[in-house]
């Protein structure tokens, strides 16, 4: 699907919902995605893009944003403390900020690089053990951990499980943020989007609908 479609889709949504145009910004996710896809969409116009993968983002982005001028580049996938200066060096945004060992660590960065990306709490909203993010019980005292080493905490992000309905994931990870006070809400994907501009997403995150499917790397 093109990419207008989905920016007219997107735009559709926010009206549906009482909200105003461009209060919801497109990550087009092009983790696994061959390079000439993602300039295709770069040549569009398109800058807010999502990688699951510090190393492939640091194989992938550096050219691209020698030649492209204002690309916003977020993390949406889990981070290895090991990896996180590389991830704050290269990234806008992280939007899996999941543990306290990770929170302490981007912590003592920012001090060292006297910059940190905006960070987004992930919360497993579907309770599943194979997947990273703070429990939603415990969300809250996280949320005030990463605040009390200044993090700037700007929302949460949540991914739902598959076989459960998104919306009501998405309206519990909304819940837990107006309560916090956090305005950013990274939610929705290819498949469920507009559900979750109807719920307050501000960040949706799109790959396939916009590059069509992933091509993983042989062998």
Do not use: Y
Not at 33 to 60: I, M, S, T, W, Y
């Amino acid at each position: 699907m093109p990419l207008q479609d989905i920016t007219a889709r997107i735009a559709k949504a926010e009206q549906a919902a009482g909200r105003p145009e461009g209060s919801v910004k497109l990550i087009a996710v092009s983790k696994v995605q061959p390079d000439e896809r993602v300039e295709a969409v770069l040549e569009q116009g398109h800058r807010c893009f999502g990688e699951n993968r510090v190393q492939e983002a640091a194989g992938k982005w550096p050219g691209f944003m020698e030649r492209f001028n204002g690309i916003d580049l977020h993390l949406i996938g889990p981070l290895q403390t090991n990896k996180a200066r590389q991830a704050m060096e290269l990234c806008h945004a992280i939007h899996s900020v999941d543990r306290p060992k990770l929170a302490k660590t981007l912590a003592r960065l920012a001090q060292e690089l006297g910059k940190c990306p905006d960070l987004f709490v992930q919360v497993n909203t579907g309770e599943e053990e194979q997947k990273a993010g703070v429990m939603p019980a415990d969300a809250d005292e996280f949320i005030a951990e990463c605040r009390a080493l200044d993090l700037p905490i700007q929302g949460l992000m949540c991914i739902p499980p598959v076989d459960e309905e998104p919306a009501l994931h998405f309206a519990l990870l909304a819940k837990i943020a107006e309560r916090n006070g956090l305005k950013g809400l990274s939610m929705g994907m290819s498949g469920d989007f507009e559900s979750a501009i109807a719920l307050g997403a501000t960040h949706v995150r799109v790959g396939s609908a916009i590059f069509g499917e992933r091509v993983r790397p042989q062998g």
